[in-house]
């Protein structure tokens, strides 16, 4: 059982930036591949970026390649999610998850998923 926790959404401006983090409880985080998703108003929840429990590879969505950097602390049970050049479409709930199968875009290969943390940017 994992137990995952996010912060650092907020309100920023276009153009602005934001860290979202994400806790773990339990002792098999490293076990994890670890993800970010996210989801606006009307919309289905979309693959944003994630990571690999062993190499730590990296995958992100078209969307957000070179402004988002997905990375994992192990030693702090905790996977971040640096948001630069945020555009106002990048507005919606931010989840973290954590899947023990090798599909880190794929959601339904997902276990276990924190509560969202909302991110809006304004224009």
């Known amino acids: 059982q994992v137990q995952l926790a996010e912060s650092g959404g907020g309100l920023v401006q276009a153009g602005g930036s934001l860290r979202l983090s994400c806790a773990a409880s339990?002792?098999?985080?490293?076990?994890?591949?670890m993800g970010w998703f996210s989801q606006a108003p009307g919309k289905e929840r979309e693959f944003v970026a994630a990571?690999?429990?062993?190499?730590?590879?990296?995958y992100y969505a078209d969307s957000v390649k070179g402004r988002f950097t997905i990375s994992r602390d192990n030693a702090k049970n905790t996977v971040y999610l640096q948001m630069n050049s945020l555009k106002p479409g990048d507005t919606a709930v931010y989840y973290c998850?954590?899947?023990?199968?090798?599909?880190?875009?794929?959601?339904?290969?997902?276990?276990?998923w924190g509560q969202g943390t909302q991110v809006t940017v304004s224009s």
């Open positions: 339990g002792r098999t985080f490293s076990s994890y591949t």
């Open positions: 990571i690999n429990r062993s190499r730590g590879s990296t």
């Open positions: 998850a954590a899947s023990l199968s090798g599909s880190p875009n794929n959601s339904r290969r997902y276990d276990y």
